[in-house]
């Protein structure tokens, strides 16, 4: 093409042989990685290049048949088939990326979006799997962000705390509705907001923001979901009445033959409230640390600019 | 491995007839200066890597309509490559330091060497940063990828002359930064026609 050999400043030649000495050691791929591409791009090449195109197709006189997923042979004219046709290949190439890259895709890479729609597409459709399934992403979530903490990665932290975002609000949903999905996550949130708040003490301050809004994220789902729980208004009651030992009154309007027959059945569902209880009693640890999140940065200010003396020495010089 | 424009042009041909091989063999050529285009422009390597798999498989769907194009394939794969950066980067609103680039040094060299690359290195990448956004893909794209100057301007939808100028003013602020004396006369004058680097092409996988 245009290979003109040039004149060039012996500057020049030095500025080129520290781009080439740049690119060499800092921008090569890691041949592991490449590797792990290559089969991934070339089991999409494996399924997209050789299905048929349709510009091929389109010169066989008689429509093409093909399978219909999970049904019967049908027949298709040529735009139909070549609409099918890139919803096949889409889907051939969803499938390559799942096996190769996406199943591996990090918290904030270009993949990870992919990873998550793929794991809610599979997803078990309702009931209890659906809800133990959703908790284990949760756990997962919530260990990407950790493992980000970790690696001082600001970026996917934020991306692994949106998800588990993101995740909770359908748990949530399905935990007001019933009253046996609240009783099994509550609990797991409990715990995440534990996590959540230590993680808050241990990343750099840009990562605060993304992990206290998790923290108010499922403090507002345990509130919502207590408050569906106990939505009947005598149910308030009924943490005071089980502390003072004056809720009884409460229950014999309400259930007066499960209160003699299966007296352990009301007990047990008055003992969680009593651990949701300490609920309110947990919202001391995310109050105060929000606190120390953003009170050291005011105070840092003036302190730390001495600390950014990398952007102060620029300027000064 | 290196491959000329005919033998490109075979493997593409292949590729869209259904060797899988022929786009193998195209991986293989085109994956280092792709990958390399890419990290350049997001810094991180997951980001890179996974962006690099998705430039191949943008490639792959939409091969059957590369031909119409009449543009290198070179140049139709960076612009794949420049649009999935472009799009990664908008959507992302932030970008990785430069320090959390791979850092390599030489495998044998001793402690105060690897310090001394490494400095030397993140001069460089400092002196990256300095650079207009278009200077430093047009840095990006000759040195980094390996493209020339009218493979970049295709790439970046800019005349050759247009990059040729950037990559000088590129140079020339890089200089700067990095404390290379040249001489007076290079400073002076307007943009040199002349300053494509022999031997940038090619540096393929």
Do not use: C
Request: aromatic share 4%; no cysteine; net charge negative.
């Amino acid at each position: 093409m245009d290979d003109e050999y040039m004149e060039v400043w012996p500057g020049d030649v030095e500025a080129y042989r520290r781009l080439d000495a740049y690119a060499e050691m800092r921008l090569a791929p890691d041949p592991a990685a490449m590797r792990r591409i290559r089969a991934a791009v070339m089991a999409a090449a494996a399924t997209a290049l050789t299905t048929p195109r349709p510009a091929d197709a389109a010169l066989a006189a008689p429509p093409a048949t093909i399978v219909a997923i999970g049904g019967a042979p049908r027949t298709l004219g040529p735009r139909r088939r070549s609409r099918l046709g890139t919803a096949l290949l889409a889907a051939a190439l969803t499938l390559g990326l799942a096996v190769g890259g996406v199943s591996a895709a990090q918290p904030g890479g270009p993949l990870y979006g992919q990873r998550l729609w793929i794991e809610q597409a599979m997803l078990p459709a309702s009931g209890e799997a659906r809800v133990d399934a959703q908790s284990a992403r949760l756990d997962e979530r919530l260990a990407e962000a950790r493992a980000a903490a970790d690696r001082g990665d600001t970026n996917a932290i934020g991306a692994a705390l949106g998800a588990y975002a993101s995740i909770l609000g359908e748990l949530e949903t399905q935990a007001i509705a019933d009253p046996a999905v609240a009783d099994e996550i509550g609990d797991d949130i409990e715990r995440h907001l534990a996590v959540l708040t230590a993680l808050l003490g241990e990343v750099p301050a840009q990562a605060r923001g993304a992990i206290e809004h998790a923290l108010d994220r499922s403090d507002a789902a345990i509130d919502h979901i207590d408050r569906a729980g106990s939505g009947r208004p005598s149910e308030p009651g009924a943490p005071g009445g089980g502390n003072n030992g004056v809720g009884v009154p409460g229950d014999p309007g309400a259930k007066p033959d499960k209160t003699t027959e299966p007296a352990a059945q009301p007990t047990p569902k008055a003992e969680p409230k009593p651990d949701k209880t300490p609920k309110p009693a947990k919202t001391p640890d995310p109050a105060p640390t929000p606190k120390p999140g953003r009170t050291p940065p005011p105070p840092a200010d003036p302190d730390k600019k001495p600390n950014k003396t990398p952007g102060g020495q620029q300027g000064e010089s | 491995m290196t491959l000329d424009d005919a033998a490109i042009d075979r493997l593409v041909t292949d590729a869209r007839d259904g060797d899988t091989s022929a786009f193998g063999r195209l991986f293989d050529h085109y994956h280092g200066p792709i990958y390399r285009y890419v990290i350049s422009r997001v810094h991180r390597p997951s980001d890179a890597e996974d962006l690099t798999q998705l430039v191949f498989v943008k490639a792959l769907e939409a091969l059957p309509r590369y031909e119409a194009r009449g543009i290198p394939f070179g140049g139709w794969l960076f612009r794949l490559a420049r649009n999935t950066v472009i799009d990664h980067v908008r959507t992302r609103h932030e970008h990785a330091d430069l320090e959390t680039v791979t850092h390599r040094t030489g495998t044998d060299a001793g402690p105060e060497e690897i310090v001394a690359v490494r400095q030397a290195l993140d001069e460089v990448a400092t002196a990256l940063e300095t650079l207009t956004d278009e200077q430093r893909e047009a840095i990006a794209l000759r040195f980094f990828a390996g493209l020339s100057a009218s493979e970049a301007a295709v790439v970046m939808g800019k005349q050759p002359g247009t990059v040729r100028g950037l990559q000088f003013r590129a140079i020339a602020a890089m200089r700067r930064s990095l404390g290379i004396d040249a001489p007076d006369d290079a400073l002076t004058g307007a943009v040199r026609a002349s300053n494509e680097q022999p031997a940038r092409r090619g540096r393929a996988g």
